[in-house]
């Protein structure tokens, strides 16, 4: 049956299942690897966290999101900018993902004797120079429920340091100073 599109604007010869009585194509109608929906969730302030040698930070940072379908992937996109104090010369800050609580392990690299598995890995040159990582996962739903997404830290000195997130090492109060926004980007992908 050819499909019309009338004079008034309505349509018709469509089949049921396809486009619904507003003239959108249903989320049921779409193709496999059609953006469903896509929500960001901005961090504006400060955290800094106490973290020892070796130790993983307390979460830096944590974000939800409720998938319309188990089946669905979930493209997971984070950005922030993180400093460090007592950094010296530099140092290495690492990420790793988790998803409501548990380790994403599949986000990790490949183990490497005593190294430690991140998903994300940076440094900074000093106290003053924070570094902006990111990192892209694609996750899978498995549930209709909201999914919290958070982040955790390391650093690779040999001392207790404060890990910083949207500020430098020195947080000096001064217009050469800045404070960037972190943020959470998600996107529903159909399975």
């Known amino acids: 049956m050819p499909v019309t599109i009338n004079g008034n604007g309505s349509i018709t010869g469509l089949t049921q299942g396809g486009i619904d009585g507003t003239k959108v194509v249903t989320t049921a109608a779409q193709p496999a690897g ?4 896509v929500e960001q969730t901005l961090k504006k302030d ?17 974000a939800s999101f409720t998938p319309t379908s188990s089946n669905n992937k979930i493209l997971v996109q984070f950005s922030g900018c993180i400093g460090i104090d007592n950094a010296g010369s530099g140092t290495r800050i690492a990420l790793r993902l988790y998803k409501d609580g548990s380790l994403l392990t599949d986000s990790l690299g ?18 003053e120079y924070p570094e902006n990582l990111g990192f892209v996962y694609i996750d899978t739903a498995g549930t209709t ?27 000096a109060d001064a217009n050469y100073t800045h404070r960037p926004a972190a943020s959470f980007t998600f996107m529903e992908i159909k399975g």
């Open 145 to 171: 429920n909201a999914i919290t997404y958070s982040v955790k830290a390391y650093h690779g000195r040999s001392a207790t340091c404060n890990i910083e997130l949207n500020q430098d090492g020195t947080d």
């Open 46 to 62: 400060t955290t800094v966290l106490s973290v020892a040698t070796a130790t993983e930070s307390g979460t830096l940072f944590s």
């Open 34 to 37: 059609s953006i469903v929906k």
């Open 110 to 127: 490949n183990a490497a004797s005593n190294r430690v598995r991140v998903t994300a890995l940076g440094g900074t040159v000093g106290n």
